[in-house]
């Protein structure tokens, strides 16, 4: 059988995260020295659609580990309202794959026109984003040739991981990150199981993603991944949010994907497991919990020993899979989903 690009692609993470790390590892740290002379009291953050959910990574990211307060930007303030906030006390990170997202260069171009200290995660150094930038932090996945972004993504992740640990971190910290590449690899084969389950939800036509905390933006990431591939209305939500109203759609067969790795929620998501069980929901997990896993209809094993603040870059992987999967068995094109194109220009 051909290999799709997705499918090389999503098997290509461990490899290029690894090469990630290694090109970058001394060079942020160098970058790190010259953000914090900046004396910045704030982080504003850039992206659209996939990056902009690595940009909801960077926010707990940035407030957890680093205690920065975060927020990610509205680019129509910029490009349609023009009353843009005022960043000189801010680091302005945009997030991209390609850097040439029109909206995101427009709050890149104000925010070299009032000073604000500007850097840009980007897989293209020359690209028009990277060019506003004052530093530039390379991803070094190679061309991403499937439209459904996945070794970007994950890229995006460990380049904000080790943005993070260079401004405040400790020798733990690196070599954690160090190992991210061999958890990622020990993932892909934990999941082989996912091909053989994926067609359970040949039919199905909507599901709820539900992470919290680190894995809020898991949610909205995998959601987007069966959108896109799979043409599954999905709908993501966090924990707390989806017993505020949402959780009324779930009845008996109801779809919904759980992201629980052991951490500070994986109390909050044993009960709410609970919960959808009572409702005889349909129930898929990615975790590390054997409790969880056993609840689950169709269960995503994700490694043991797997540091809470770092998980949401095990846990893209098992989901990447289960929306490749699902598109097949719905005879979805893998490379090139209805309608979309590699890059989207906004305004």
Known sequence: ?????????????PKTLARLFDKERKPVEKLAVAIRQTG??????VARGSS?????????????????IVSLATPSLFTLYGRPPDLRDSLVLAISQSGESDDLC?????????????LVLCNYTKSPLASLARWVFPLHAGVERSVAATKTYTAELLALAMLSVALDGTAKDWKELRRVPALLDETLEMNQAVAAQAS???????MAVIG??????????????????????????SSADFRHGPIAVVGEGFPVLLIAPKGKTLADMRELAGELRKRRAEILAI???AGILRMAQCPMPIPADLPEWLSPLVCAVPGQLLARHVANVRDCPLDKPRGLRKVTRTL
């Not at 059988?1 to 993470?13: F, K, N, P, V, W």
């Not at 910045?40 to 953050?45: C, N």
């Not at 070299?112 to 500007?118: E, H, I, M, R």
Request: aromatic share 12%; net charge positive; hydrophobic share 40%.
């Open 1 to 13: 059988m051909t290999m799709s690009h997705l499918d090389r692609e999503i098997a290509s993470q």
């Open 40 to 45: 910045l009291k704030h982080i504003f953050l």
């Open 52 to 68: 902009d959910n690595a940009g909801l990574y960077g926010k707990y990211l940035f407030g957890a580990r680093n205690r920065f």
């Open 106 to 118: 427009h709050v890149m171009q104000e925010a070299k026109a009032q000073g604000a200290a500007s």
């Open 200 to 206: 359970r939800y040949r039919y199905a036509d909507r």
């Open 212 to 237: 919290r905390g680190f894995n809020y933006a898991t949610a909205f990431e995998l959601a987007l991944k069966l959108k896109e591939l799979a043409y599954l209305a999905a709908e993501p939500s």
């Open 287 to 289: 975790s590390n919990d």
